[in-house]
Every structure is written in structure tokens, then in C-alpha cells.
């Protein structure tokens, strides 16, 4: 009753607001581009769901890394395994973790046209200019595909004039941060960025066995370079380079779930080291095409190890515990290298079909080579008299081809066909010690747009897609013979929205409904060891017969006038299984980490004297943890602060995030893990408390 109630007040509130300010004109102009469209153009003339996140509020609503913007996207969530959001949901779709078998995410993740799904890790903010979240099957925009949607990270592109900037930041629990940018032209067509950052605090967990409150801990080191070169007329070449060192702690769990104190006498850590580049040529050929050549390169090396008993011999060796002998670790080395290559030609004046339809042709191939190591430790009275030590190595290969196409037909002034369709093959390569597996997919994948511009203000459009995933393997040697290789999935997205951008572009507002219908639906159960051993899980996928994921998307943004400006954004979702039943009976269940709404409200005053404060607050519905159980986390707001001044080439904020310390919580596991019976509980990690502190920033030309 409380969330129905809740939710229909949220979303009253939310339509409420967006038609009385339809018809409210007032004074203010934005130009953001969706640049991860088939040609760069506002996302209010693109009939797909969209949020576009500029730099504005990037910087004003974040302090390092992307998982401080995702409360402000509608039905995005992020699974918090590990100390970074490195795995997200769109739609209630994504993955939870990686501990076994092949990388192959829902949700696409782009920076600066490097292919980094399923390393989110990366995704620190300092210097980008831009965030495109594209929600529902992705496949012709870019060359990447993409099943529940794609998030594209834009850094700043090289100024036309000399620019610099220092920022320093001081919080709490031992925060600091500081960056620098410079940026100029090289000549009179060429320029150049480099922007270089290291943040750190000590997290928020205390740990009592060590007498240490760092073992949580980020540091984090970002350096971005950008080059463009102009070596011909109408002729472009962008270089780009990435390194991102994330050397964070990993020390977030407990058996009393106390939420700030941990046990652990071997804290674990959670690493990415990337190593990463672009290269991007735009030309055209006369008025006849466009050309694009996208090539891309990426080397993550990755480190996650934890301690899984979560104590330590005297924590264990207690009457409440059995006086047991217990201690287990595990560490997980990845290193992963990518290479990508993608071809577009797009049609110019002389080139469109009949006279007046727009085409876009291209081409798209990705390497991705994988090596994993894990080793296990284990001692305990039970199963490991004697320390044990369980070594396993993999590696895997697979090549992704795929061929693409659009079309847009304008029909008179006002109406647009947009076609779009991508045929992909996908093979792979998998051997470890014991097994080897080879699988191979065709796939298709597609889109229809039809959009009206009803007036210069309005355009109401209507959006199928079909997009997919490739199939997989089970790694358990107990998985049952016919359930060793699961099938591909395949999803139908319905959509169809409204989006109104005043003349003055003053307000910007939209509303879409969707529903997607998943067949053969990949659902993965974890399943802890009969014994009870923490870290002896099997991580088994079927296809669930068939899911279900509808919901509303909506979003508001209005300045009001010089001064003021109101935002809001609103996420509604119904996501369950239809027809599953191994491992266990999930028909008609919700899927996991998929909360039936999320919002943003807020407010930002800026003086012209360059005084500003801005103030947002963020909820998230319930939602189930996994698949493996039914325990849910609980429902949650939170309210986010910025007060400051700007002047001249200086500017100076002081920030809060979580100011209420609202307790919430981002991954929950339930199992056995307390000797000497090991009973199934429910543990969880808690998300960031409240955090408060400065920032400093310099600009000089």
C-alpha cells in the first residue's frame, strides 16, 4: 500500500508539473546534441527515450564518477558489486556481476568511442562534457550493440582558444581531489586537450579487526588527452587517449551488518587499470556522403578479491561462532584487451534516396580477448582442515561482425519514417584446465520510428525495436546436459512519447511509454555449495520462456527565469519473469535490481552576481537483490546540496551529498556464511552516507 500510494503521489506531482508548465513561456536557451545519433541533433527531436546529462550538471551534481548521476536517469540502477557501479540496469535489464563465464552486457557502455560494457569502473567525470542515455535496443546509432540501452560518455573537445583550469577538492572522510586542463589550438585548424586528475578519501567503513578506517578506499587517477587535426578542407582527425587507474579498497560487508564497522583481517580490493585509445576520421565527399572511421583499442587490467568470511581468527573463534577455525579469500585477476573497428557513410544533398531520404550504411567489427585467473583460499574446521588453495585460469576470445543501415523518409514538412536494421555474427572461443566451448550466433536486430512534428514546439513519435544478446555457456560441472549451453535472447521494445522544447528553449519537457516483451530470457541464479563453503557458488543461466518490462519515462526541465530553474525526472516500472521454473520458481516474480519507480526533483537559483545554490532530491523503490532469493532492499530518499559563487576566472562551492544520512542499501546477498550451522541470511552493503565538502576552481586563458 505504501508504494502504490507513494508512487501515484510522485507521479501526480510529476504530470502535474509538466502540463502547467507547457504553457508557461519564459527566457532561456540550451543546445545540447545527442551525439550518439545518427547525425548530431537535440534529443528533442529524436524519437527514442533519451536523457542527456551536459556539463552543467555534470559538475554540479557530482563530485568524481557516474554513479552519482544514475538517480538522476529514469529506470537506471546500478548493482554495487564492488566499490564502483561498474555493472548497470536499464529497465530493470543488466547484469548483476561477472564471477564466471563470458563477458556479454545488456547495457552498452561508451567513452569517447571506446567500448568499455561492463567496466564502469572507469567512468570518472572530471572533464567530460557530456552524457548520452539511451534507453531501449541500441544497434544502428553506433556501431556497438546494445540490448536494454547504451550510456555514451563524451569528454571536452579542444578549445579554439587558449583555456586551463585547476580544481581542488577537500571532504569528508579524507577527501581530496586535484585536477588540471589545458587546452588551445595547435595552428589554425588543430587543437589540443589534456585534462589529468587523482581523487582519494578513505571510504566510510571502520574496520575493528585492523584498527583501520581505509580499507574502503578510493584513489583514483584519470588522464585524458584529445587531439584534432584537420589535415584537409572538410576533412577531420580526432585522437583520443584514456588512462584511468581506479586502486580502490574493497572491505563493504559484514555479518551484523552494521552498514559503517567491517571485520575482515584481509581486506580486499576492487582495481581497474585501463589503457585506451581512439581514433576517429570525418570527411565528405563533396555533397555526395559523409565518411566516419571509428578505431578504438582498450587494455583494462582488473583486480577484484574480498575477504569472504568477512572476520578473522579471534572474530571466529567465539562461543557464538562455535570457537571455529574459518577463513576464506578469493582474488580475480582479468585482463582484457579490445580492439574495434567501425565504418559509416552517410548520405549527403546529392546522395538521398528519391531525392529526400536520408541513408546511413556501416560496418562494425570488435575483437575481445580475455584472461582470468582466480584462486581461492580456504581454512576452516569443517570441509579445509588444512589451508586449501583452488587455482583456475581461463581465457576467451570472440569476434563480433555486424553489417547496419538507417533510413529516414520525411513525409511532407511535418511527418518521419526512420528505418533502421543490423544483422551481427558473434563467435567465440572458451578453455580453461577441464572444458572448452566454441559457441556462435546470428543475430538481427532493428528499429521503425515514426515521429510527427505536430507544432514547432511538439513532436509525439512511436518506436519498435527488436534487439538481442548472444547466447552462452555454464561453467558448473553439476549443470544438467541440456542446460550446459543457454539460447540467445531477443527483446521487442514498444515505445511512444511526446517531447516539447518551448520556442525560446526555455522548457524542455518529455514522457514516454514502454513495454518490452524478452523472449527466451537469460537469467542467471547463483547457488551456494551444499556445504556451506562462501565462496563455492555455481552461477547457472537458463532462458526464462518469456519477461516482461513496461513502464513510464518522463522528464522536465524549465527555467523559470534568469535565476530560478526546476527539474525533474521520473522512472516508472513493472518488470517480472512469465515462465521460469529451474533452479528455482520465479514465474511471476519481479526481476532483480529493477525498483518500480525512481525520481529527481530540483531546484537551482543562480544571481547575477554569480551566487547560486542548487538542491535535488532522489528516491528508489524496493527492489528484489537476485534471483537466487527474495529478499528486497528497502525504499529510499535522499537530499543532495550546492551552495556557491562565481567570479571572474574563480568559482567556489560547498557541497553535500546524502545530507540527511539516509541509510539505504546497493547489493544484498542471502546465504550461509556464520559457523557452525551456516544458516541463510540476508547481508547488505549500504550505500554512501552523508558526504560533505569544498571545491576550488581556477579558469585562466
Avoid at 556462435?440 to 515514426?450: A, T
Amino acid at each position: 500500500m505504501r508504494r502504490n500510494s507513494k508512487a501515484r503521489v510522485i507521479i501526480g506531482c510529476y504530470l502535474a508539473g509538466f502540463a502547467i508548465a507547457a504553457f508557461i513561456p519564459t527566457v532561456w536557451a540550451t543546445d545540447e546534441l545527442v551525439v550518439s545519433a545518427f547525425r548530431e541533433t537535440g534529443p528533442e527531436r529524436l524519437a527514442a527515450s533519451i536523457t542527456v546529462l551536459d556539463s552543467e550538471v555534470i559538475s554540479q551534481s557530482t563530485v568524481q564518477h557516474f554513479e552519482e548521476l544514475i538517480d538522476l536517469v529514469p529506470n537506471l540502477n546500478y548493482s554495487g558489486d564492488g566499490n564502483r557501479a561498474r555493472y548497470l540496469q536499464i529497465r530493470g535489464i543488466g547484469e548483476l556481476e561477472q564471477y564466471q563465464g563470458a563477458p556479454n552486457p545488456s547495457v552498452g557502455f561508451i567513452i569517447d568511442d571506446i567500448d568499455l560494457s561492463g567496466l564502469g569502473s572507469a567512468a570518472t567525470l572530471f572533464d567530460v562534457e557530456q552524457i548520452d542515455v539511451l534507453r531501449g535496443p541500441q544497434g544502428t546509432r553506433h556501431g556497438a550493440n546494445a540490448l536494454a540501452g547504451l550510456i555514451y560518455v563524451k569528454s571536452t573537445d579542444p578549445a579554439d582558444a587558449f583555456e586551463s583550469r585547476i580544481e581542488a577538492t577537500v571532504g569528508s572522510d579524507d577527501t581530496t581531489a586535484l585536477g588540471g586542463m589545458l587546452s588551445g589550438p595547435i595552428g589554425n585548424n588543430s587543437g589540443y586537450r589534456l585534462a589529468v586528475q587523482k581523487y582519494e578519501n578513505d571510504g566510510f567503513q571502520r574496520n575493528i579487526t585492523l584498527g583501520r578506517d581505509d580499507t574502503n578506499d578510493n584513489s583514483e587517477l584519470t588522464a585524458r588527452g584529445k587531439l584534432r587535426l584537420q589535415p584537409g578542407e572538410n576533412w577531420q582527425l580526432d585522437l583520443t587517449g584514456l588512462y584511468v587507474d581506479i586502486n580502490d579498497g574493497y572491505d563493504a560487508w559484514a555479518v551484523d551488518n552494521n552498514g559503517s564497522v567491517t571485520y575482515a583481517d584481509k581486506p580486499g580490493k576492487d582495481g581497474q587499470e585501463t589503457t585506451a585509445g581512439s581514433t576517429r576520421v570525418t570527411g565528405e565527399f563533396g555533397d555526395f556522403a559523409t565518411f566516419v572511421s571509428i578505431t578504438s583499442f582498450a587494455n583494462t587490467e582488473s583486480l577484484f578479491s574480498f575477504d569472504a568470511d568477512w572476520g578473522s581468527d579471534a572474530f571466529w573463534d567465539t562461543p557464538q561462532f562455535g570457537n571455529s577455525i574459518y577463513d576464506y579469500f578469493s582474488t580475480t585477476n582479468r585482463d582484457r584487451d579490445t580492439v574495434s573497428q567501425e565504418f559509416r557513410l552517410v548520405s549527403g544533398p546529392a546522395s538521398k534516396l528519391f531525392g529526400y531520404a536520408d541513408w546511413l550504411v556501416g560496418l562494425y567489427g570488435l575483437n575481445l580477448d580475455e584472461r582470468i585467473d582466480v584462486i581461492d583460499f580456504g581454512r576452516d574446521d569443517f570441509w579445509c582442515i588444512v589451508p586449501c588453495v583452488t587455482p583456475f585460469a581461463s581465457a576467451f576470445d570472440s569476434d563480433s561482425r555486424a553489417v547496419f543501415g538507417e533510413l529516414g523518409i520525411p513525409f511532407g514538412e511535418s511527418w518521419q519514417l526512420d528505418v533502421g536494421l543490423r544483422w551481427g555474427s558473434w563467435q567465440a572461443d572458451y578453455a580453461d584446465a577441464s572444458t572448452t566451448f566454441s559457441p556462435d550466433d546470428d543475430l538481427w536486430g532493428g528499429h521503425v520510428n515514426l515521429s510527427f512534428q505536430t507544432t514547432d514546439t511538439t513532436m509525439i513519435f512511436g518506436r519498435i525495436a527488436r534487439g538481442y544478446k548472444a547466447g552462452g555457456f555454464n561453467l558448473d560441472a553439476s549443470a544438467p546436459a541440456d542446460k550446459i549451453m543457454y539460447a540467445k535472447e531477443t527483446l521487442w521494445n514498444y515505445e511512444a512519447g511526446v517531447k516539447y522544447l518551448s520556442t525560446d528553449r526555455s522548457l524542455r519537457a518529455d514522457l514516454v511509454v514502454f513495454k518490452m516483451d524478452r523472449d527466451d530470457m537469460q537469467v542467471k541464479v547463483p547457488v551456494q555449495d551444499a556445504t556451506g563453503n562462501p565462496i563455492a557458488f555455481s552461477f547457472l543461466t537458463d532462458n526464462a520462456q518469456e519477461g516482461r518490462n513496461q513502464g513510464i519515462e518522463a522528464s522536465v526541465d524549465w527555467h523559470v527565469t534568469e535565476a530560478w530553474s526546476l527539474f525533474g525526472a521520473f522512472g516508472l516500472l513493472d518488470a517480472d519473469i512469465k515462465r521460469f521454473d529451474y533452479i528455482r520458481d520465479l514465474e511471476g516474480r519481479d526481476q532483480a535490481h529493477a525498483p518500480a519507480y525512481n525520481f529527481a526533483l530540483g531546484a537551482q537559483w543562480q544571481h547575477e552576481h554569480g551566487w547560486f545554490a542548487r538542491a535535488d532530491m532522489t528516491g528508489k523503490d524496493e527492489f528484489f537483490y537476485d534471483y537466487s532469493h527474495d529478499q528486497k532492499s528497502t525504499a529510499y530518499e535522499q537530499v543532495n546540496l550546492r551552495v556557491g559563487r562565481e567570479w571572474g576566472d574563480w568559482s567556489f562551492y560547498l557541497w553535500g551529498r546524502n545530507i540527511f544520512d539516509e541509510t539505504y542499501y546497493v547489493r544484498g546477498f542471502y546465504f550461509g556464511n556464520e559457523p557452525p550451522n551456516f544458516p541463510n541470511r540476508l547481508y547488505t552493503q549500504a550505500g554512501d552516507p552523508r558526504q560533505v565538502g569544498v571545491t576550488l576552481n581556477w579558469e585562466f586563458q
